[in-house]
């Protein structure tokens, strides 16, 4: 299985939620169409991002700002942090998102925040105290009490997204990375 897909399929599967409304399929209602489009907007932005195409991130940041006013799981500002850092990171505003959606307890905020500190990553100096303290608010999540994804994994994802976009083989076939 290609490093491609092994990245695509956390991505695709995050940030399911319930919206509070009628969510049946089929239902018709307005709030289900609204969901719909929220998550397909999500969809394509993360796929955008995760692509590594810099002609894609003006595309992907549009529709993380469409998605925006509906999210309430930290997932737009995560991925509005993972952009800017992709494009060159500006850290005030990257720890700012983060910190926003770790406040939401997105999972791979608090494990990119504890990654920022504890190698350091983007600063200048590893804040060991603050690391441990993202490493506890991890564990304090119903994701992290389910084990999935455990806190390694959800450094893996991070690591993945912050890596160099993984490509196919001229011929399309898949291979090792």
């Known amino acids: 299985m290609t490093r ?27 709030c289900r169409e609204e969901h719909l489009l929220q998550q397909n907007d999500m969809l394509q932005a993360k796929l955008l991002i995760a692509s590594g195409d810099l002609e894609n991130y003006e595309l992907a940041r549009a529709l993380l700002n469409r998605a925006a006013p509906r999210d309430s799981s930290g997932e737009v500002p995560f991925y509005q942090a993972v952009l800017l850092i992709r494009e060159g990171p500006q850290v005030d505003e990257v720890l700012g998102l983060l910190e926003d959606a770790a ?21 200048a100096e590893a804040d060991l105290i603050q690391a441990e303290s993202y490493r506890a608010t991890y564990a304090s999540l119903d994701v992290a009490k389910s084990g999935y994804p455990s806190f390694d994994q959800a450094l893996r994802v991070v690591d993945g997204l912050l890596g160099a976009p993984a490509t196919l083989p001229a011929d399309g076939t898949a291979g090792s990375p």
């Open 4 to 30: 491609w897909l092994l990245l695509a399929a956390p991505l695709l599967l995050a940030g399911c939620v319930s919206t509070g409304c009628d969510d049946a399929p089929l239902s018709g209602s307005s």
């Open 103 to 123: 406040a939401k307890g997105h999972p791979h905020a608090i494990a990119l925040l504890y990654k920022i500190h504890s190698e350091p990553y983007l600063i």
